[in-house]
């Protein structure tokens, strides 16, 4: 079935050694042709292929690839390592290790406090909210995680998203309660789609959302949440709930017009540290009672830890499809957000991070969460930056963190009446121009043109109009991208470098040159039936175009055409008929269809559809130097 | 910026030649190292490439090439010629040709007649709206289309299609006027559908519906129409309107117990041609008055041509919405078949036909027929077979067949009165069973597993559920292994062919061997948002498996991994950052990066991102066996 090839062209040297005969030091006879055939690789039956396509699809990391060939009590105790992580890395655990998580757990705790009062205020909940949310989750995420550098808590984007969207279903003006039961019961459906996803293994759908689109997002986000905070900074009144730009300007504007100037001894804050000046500017305001002359105050704090909120979850009603659809798209962004964080830190300190096991982990802690009146919490760039700074070594610093906030619930709460929403609107504007990445645009720019749409329809979507838009806009751009990836793959001309075999694409290299009367075609991707016809029109127009400029230039016309199959790593059913055609095309224009190097795939399919017999399997080359020189032996006789 | 390459190495003889010298018969001096870069592409402007993707996305067939270089006179002559292409074949027309299409044209017209009156029904419509179906629109297509073998008119899988979905917004027994109103509406947004796709150029959209879906839809709903069929062939008084097997086969089988027997005189007729039978039939039934004794009848068919429909389309109400989403499916489908018929005689006589233009005819046909009564019309796959076969030359032969279903409409339609149902039944389930393609499925099957689960996933979609679901499962599977194909790109292990320096697949090529100490790991796909990830996780597996091989047969470990990016045409930043993950990776492994052949696009990118400084530029190869022989220097000295 498989054709055999003559590889008696110059890209085989005689001279050369085979390496796997270096031991022995054999050579081959001097000017023997070698005999190298297009390979067929064994047939396997349907079962075992359709296996490797599922492993290769959902169990691509191959997780249970320790469990082979070990005891059933010991895969049990690596099955709770599995899922518990902590288990493992517990058992290495030392002082020097407990010396840095401290250090790290105890700042991010005074970074977190103040960002999850004004956090809680973006999603319109009241600010204990905040606190509980970095209380339970960071815990859960410790024992389960496997990241050792993510902080875990609400963070101001997925805030801000879900606030949007609980607001659009209820007004937390009219009806604090039904909103809050909303947003707990869209937390528990953000935590069953996370640990779906993780558990069926298709974590690989969040990889949809380019980086490019995720950086425009997130800077669009940051920046309309750092604007909408100028009415806490401002001590605004009749601030737009609205996320777009042209409201926020408006309110800020307009608002500078009567009562702008009170507030100006504020503007130097944001340099200072968060929890400090949260200390000092508390003390300050309970000093000078200056919430009695304007400035707004966060006034009260529910004091003592979670309470349960299984109850509030809407398991029924029409709230439970509201609060589903929410859950779904904040869970997904909150999972874009953990994992990114989670793999810059691994690829940072060089482990491995089991994506699909870390969204079980994600999502285990936002349904316990949901139960215990916290909201989605993820991990958070700001805090994630500094508890790896900081020194931290495990999860342990997130028990560490969670402890201050358990203690801050439990002690110090009402301490933060007197807090002036201002200093909390200062860190958040703070703590979200950082999520604004410059450096990666302008690379983004530099790099891919298409990607930088990508980051600016995000972008711009999200600050002109609204984080959902944003995110539609984001998504569809990446979608086309990968559209565009299938139906309109590359295809170029190649020539042969002067003084080697290599045959390069002729646009790189412009020194490659033509072969008189063959036109050689790469095709730069799989052949599916969303590319196939379009491959055979461009490979015959490239035959086309490459005959007019040889008629006009009276040189001999095209004679054989031969298709570069190296990157086509797949073929269906589609492509072969598209092959056939082309064939036949060529037929009628007296040019010799000729292919080298089909992938195992493709010259598997070539032979299952007969597509070989019909060209002829003498057609069919191992390299297109062999395929050269088969057709066009008066070159080979020059050489 | 680019990386100087060294290729003393074996795969350029030093005693080859130059191609683009052969004239001159310069020789390169014997020994002499021929130096060639990675070649970095002349830099382009961003306009430039953006308009060059644009082009190539939308434009692929350069359409405008004709244009090019002619006065403005002549200009409007091909731009007139282009939208009626029949000013440009017309002007070579003869007598020989017209002979062929009018023996075709009566041919099809025998058989599109009682076809008409049967997939009217089909639709739920009364019989002269099939026949109106067959006069305008084939005349419009006659001007405007540029297949020549396509026979225009009703067909059967999307008058099935048309009348489920509409028979589920309105009852066509309750509300007559509302459903035939709903159908021209329709039909008028399949036209504005096609129209406006061909229009701007998307045609390509419906690629996405491959060509295993389409023969698994077509098959599902040929065996929905025989079954349904049945019910005329029998005379089934009170038979199924759904179109799912169960409830099909419970009709039939129900009517089987008690009124099975009387037509068992119908059941030669399917095997003789349809007109005669036709027409001896409705004699015979006139004679013996069969219809008095049971015999289903056509009963009526309104005389004369096509009345206006324009005031019948709804512009407005609820009914404007349900027109548009059934005619935009209806469309597509109709779209689907045309272009498919339209592309198989185009490469059976060799022709170009513009795909893009083809939907401006069919969609401006479909336009006209929505306001002069017709339903949505496209190629038959049945009569376009037989129009090929009878000798048809030009469109002309749809223009022959119009006029005979003018004359039938003017004079004879009464004569169908006495036209037994059975017939026409018959005839049906002999044009529908030609559209199940057995061979087709067969071939699928040996060439592709997963086509084939597209394929029987429509197929059974479509017959044990109906059309519409048929439908999703198709597209929806379509989809999914266009999502598996960007997700999860193939990678292969290379070794060296013994006696060449050249590397393939392994596990293609069992005979080829590893190098010591290298790894070749071959990237099959432009790296992106969607696989990137996938890609270095991969790589870094392969690495894993290969060290613990080597670890346990006490080998040399490995110090460097090519990467050979022949087939990887584009990367975008996602793609740039898994690079550069995985280069931190295998530096702290120790294993050195290096990379093969990156092509035009690639070795830009790495540039523009500095990623080629950081692994540098002296570790980018031509080949592979340039980056064998530069990273294994013993290797090197012993050959």
Same mark, same amino acid.
């Given at each position: 079935?498989?054709?055999?090839?003559?590889?008696?062209?110059?890209?085989?040297?005689?001279?050369?050694?085979?390496?796997?005969?270096?031991?022995?030091?054999?050579?081959?006879?001097?000017?023997?042709?070698?005999?190298?055939?297009?390979?067929?690789?064994?047939?396997?039956?349907?079962?075992?292929?359709?296996?490797?396509?599922?492993?290769?699809?959902?169990?691509?990391?191959?997780?249970?690839?320790?469990?082979?060939?070990?005891?059933?009590?010991?895969?049990?105790?690596?099955?709770?390592?599995?899922?518990?992580?902590?288990?493992?890395?517990?058992?290495?655990?030392?002082?020097?290790?407990?010396?840095?998580?401290?250090?790290?757990?105890?700042?991010?705790?005074?970074?977190?406090?103040?960002?999850?009062?004004?956090?809680?205020?973006?999603?319109?909940?009241?600010?204990?909210?905040?606190?509980?949310?970095?209380?339970?989750?960071?815990?859960?995420?410790?024992?389960?995680?496997?990241?050792?550098?993510?902080?875990?808590?609400?963070?101001?984007?997925?805030?801000?998203?879900?606030?949007?969207?609980?607001?659009?279903?209820?007004?937390?003006?009219?009806? /604090?309660? *039904?909103?809050?039961?909303?947003?707990?019961?869209? !937390? @528990? %459906?953000?935590? +069953? &789609?996370? #640990?779906?996803?993780?558990?069926?293994?298709?974590?690989?759908?969040?990889?949809?959302?380019?980086?490019?689109?995720?950086?425009?997002?997130?800077?669009?986000?940051?920046?309309?949440?750092?604007?909408?905070?100028?009415?806490?900074?401002?001590?605004?009144?009749?601030?737009?709930?609205?996320?777009?730009?042209?409201?926020?300007?408006?309110?800020?504007?307009?608002?500078?017009?009567?009562?702008?100037?009170?507030?100006?001894?504020?503007?130097?804050?944001? /340099?200072? *540290?968060?929890?400090?000046?949260?200390?000092?500017? !508390? @003390? %300050?305001?309970? +000093? &000078?009672? #200056?919430?009695?002359?304007?400035?707004?105050?966060?006034?009260?704090?529910?004091?003592?830890?979670?309470?349960?909120?299984?109850?509030?979850?809407?398991?029924?009603?029409?709230?439970?499809?509201?609060?589903?659809?929410?859950?779904?798209?904040?869970?997904?962004?909150?999972?874009?957000?953990?994992?990114?964080?989670?793999?810059?830190?691994?690829?940072?300190?060089?482990?491995?991070?089991?994506?699909?096991?870390?969204?079980?982990?994600?999502?285990?802690?936002?349904?316990?969460?949901?139960?215990?009146?916290?909201?989605?919490?993820?991990?958070?760039?700001?805090?994630? #930056?500094?508890?790896?700074?900081?020194?931290?070594?495990?999860?342990?610093?997130?028990?560490?963190?969670?402890?201050?906030?358990?203690?801050?619930?439990?002690?110090?709460?009402?301490?933060?009446?007197?807090?002036?929403?201002?200093?909390?609107?200062?860190?958040?504007?703070?703590?979200?121009?950082?999520?604004?990445?410059?450096?990666?645009?302008?690379?983004?720019?530099?790099?891919?043109?298409?990607?930088?749409?990508?980051?600016?329809?995000?972008?711009?979507?999200?600050?002109?109009?609204?984080?959902?838009?944003?995110?539609?806009?984001?998504?569809?751009?990446?979608? #086309?991208?990968?559209?565009?990836?299938?139906?309109?793959?590359?295809?170029?001309?190649?020539?042969?470098?002067?003084?080697?075999?290599?045959?390069?694409?002729?646009?790189?290299?412009?020194?490659?040159?033509?072969?008189?009367?063959?036109?050689?075609?790469?095709?730069?991707?799989?052949?599916?039936?969303?590319?196939?016809?379009?491959?055979?029109?461009?490979?015959?127009?490239?035959?086309?175009?490459?005959?007019?400029?040889?008629?006009?230039?009276?040189?001999?016309?095209?004679?054989?055409?031969?298709?570069?199959?190296?990157?086509?790593?797949?073929?269906?059913?589609?492509?072969?008929?598209?092959?056939?055609?082309?064939?036949?095309?060529?037929?009628?224009?007296?040019?010799?269809?000729?292919?080298?190097?089909?992938?195992?795939?493709?010259?598997?399919?070539?032979?299952?559809?007969?597509?070989?017999?019909?060209?002829?399997?003498?057609?069919?080359?191992?390299?297109?130097?062999?395929?050269?020189?088969?057709?066009?032996?008066?070159?080979?006789?020059?050489?």
């Amino acid at each position: 079935m498989s054709s055999t090839i003559h590889s008696t062209d110059e890209e085989h040297q005689t001279k050369e050694m085979d390496i796997r005969s270096l031991s022995s030091s054999r050579r081959h006879p001097q000017n023997a042709p070698h005999i190298h055939k297009v390979g067929v690789p064994p047939k396997q039956n349907l079962f075992k292929e359709f296996k490797a396509t599922v492993k290769e699809t959902l169990f691509a990391d191959d997780p249970l690839r320790p469990f082979k060939d070990q005891p059933g009590s010991k895969k049990f105790v690596m099955g709770m390592q599995t899922l518990f992580p902590i288990l493992e890395w517990g058992r290495s655990y030392n002082f020097t290790k407990l010396r840095g998580d401290i250090i790290a757990g105890l700042t991010i705790a005074s970074l977190c406090i103040p960002q999850d009062i004004g956090y809680a205020k973006l999603a319109n909940l009241d600010p204990q909210y905040g606190l509980y949310s970095s209380f339970v989750p960071p815990l859960i995420y410790a024992f389960m995680g496997s990241s050792r550098d993510i902080a875990i808590g609400p963070v101001a984007v997925v805030s801000l998203l879900l606030g949007t969207l609980l607001q659009n279903e209820v007004d937390y003006k009219a009806d /604090a309660e *039904a909103y809050r039961r909303l947003a707990f019961t869209a !937390t @528990f %459906f953000a935590g +069953i &789609t996370q #640990a779906t996803l993780g558990f069926f293994r298709l974590g690989f759908l969040i990889d949809f959302l380019s980086h490019a689109a995720v950086v425009g997002f997130m800077g669009g986000a940051a920046i309309t949440i750092a604007l909408q905070q100028l009415k806490g900074l401002f001590g605004i009144q009749n601030f737009t709930k609205k996320t777009d730009i042209v409201s926020v300007l408006h309110s800020v504007f307009g608002a500078a017009h009567h009562g702008g100037k009170k507030n100006k001894k504020f503007f130097w804050v944001p /340099a200072i *540290a968060p929890l400090i000046s949260v200390v000092l500017s !508390t @003390f %300050f305001v309970f +000093i &000078t009672r #200056a919430d009695k002359h304007g400035v707004q105050i966060v006034r009260h704090i529910e004091k003592g830890i979670n309470p349960s909120s299984v109850k509030e979850i809407y398991f029924s009603g029409q709230f439970l499809l509201k609060g589903f659809r929410i859950g779904v798209v904040a869970g997904m962004i909150a999972l874009t957000e953990a994992v990114a964080i989670g793999r810059t830190f691994a690829s940072m300190k060089d482990y491995q991070l089991d994506g699909n096991k870390e969204m079980v982990a994600l999502g285990t802690m936002n349904v316990v969460g949901s139960m215990t009146s916290c909201y989605v919490a993820t991990g958070s760039f700001s805090r994630s #930056a500094v508890n790896y700074m900081a020194g931290c070594q495990t999860a342990v610093s997130n028990i560490v963190m969670s402890f201050i906030v358990f203690l801050t619930l439990q002690f110090i709460t009402p301490l933060f009446k007197y807090t002036p929403n201002a200093i909390l609107a200062a860190i958040i504007i703070s703590a979200v121009l950082g999520l604004i990445d410059f450096e990666a645009a302008i690379l983004i720019w530099k790099i891919d043109k298409f990607d930088f749409i990508a980051c600016m329809g995000a972008f711009f979507g999200v600050v002109f109009s609204s984080v959902e838009i944003g995110l539609l806009i984001a998504v569809s751009i990446s979608f #086309a991208k990968i559209l565009l990836q299938v139906t309109r793959p590359r295809t170029a001309i190649l020539g042969k470098l002067p003084g080697t075999t290599v045959y390069r694409n002729i646009q790189q290299y412009p020194g490659a040159t033509k072969v008189q009367g063959v036109l050689i075609v790469r095709v730069d991707s799989a052949i599916y039936f969303s590319n196939s016809n379009y491959i055979k029109e461009r490979i015959l127009r490239w035959l086309m175009d490459e005959e007019e400029q040889l008629k006009s230039s009276f040189q001999p016309k095209i004679q054989f055409l031969i298709v570069e199959m190296s990157p086509v790593t797949d073929i269906d059913t589609s492509g072969i008929h598209a092959l056939e055609e082309l064939h036949k095309s060529l037929h009628k224009r007296d040019v010799q269809l000729i292919l080298a190097n089909p992938g195992p795939v493709v010259i598997d399919k070539l032979h299952a559809s007969h597509f070989a017999t019909t060209i002829g399997e003498d057609k069919i080359f191992l390299t297109v130097a062999d395929a050269v020189s088969a057709c066009s032996p008066k070159l080979v006789t020059e050489v």
